[in-house]
């Protein structure tokens, strides 16, 4: 079993920045493929990075590509989303979650934070 713990979403300007961040515990955090995925009011959940267990693999959504920067200190059981040039766009409800497959489906991941909220003015 792990747990995971969003934070550092807030309130920011269009072109501004945000460092989101993911507190695990339970098992070996190490172990696990991290990723992000995000939803806005109405809309479905959209996958946005994910990070193998090696920190040596990665992927982003098409609309986050070279924006936002995926990250994890195993040693910590931390792991990271860099979110810089934020768009209007980009506004929703942040979630990290962990699984054992390297896949961009939310549905393959078994474990998920609560979420944190991003707002981006224009």
């Known amino acids: 079993q792990v747990q995971l713990v969003e934070s550092g979403g807030g309130l920011v300007q269009a072109g501004g920045s945000l460092r989101l961040s993911c507190a695990a515990s339970g098992r070996t955090f190490s172990s696990y493929v991290m990723a992000w995925f995000r939803q806005a009011p109405g809309k479905e959940r959209e996958f946005v990075a994910v990070m193998d267990w090696s920190g040596t693999n990665t992927l982003y959504g098409d609309s986050v590509k070279g924006r936002f920067t995926i990250s994890r200190d195993n040693a910590k059981n931390t792991g990271h989303l860099q979110m810089n040039n934020l768009k209007p766009e980009d506004t929703a409800v942040y979630y990290c979650?962990?699984?054992?497959?390297?896949?961009?489906?939310?549905?393959?991941?078994?474990?998920w934070g609560q979420g944190t909220q991003v707002t981006v003015s224009s």
């Open positions: 979650a962990a699984g054992r497959t390297w896949t961009k489906t939310s549905s393959h991941y078994n474990y």
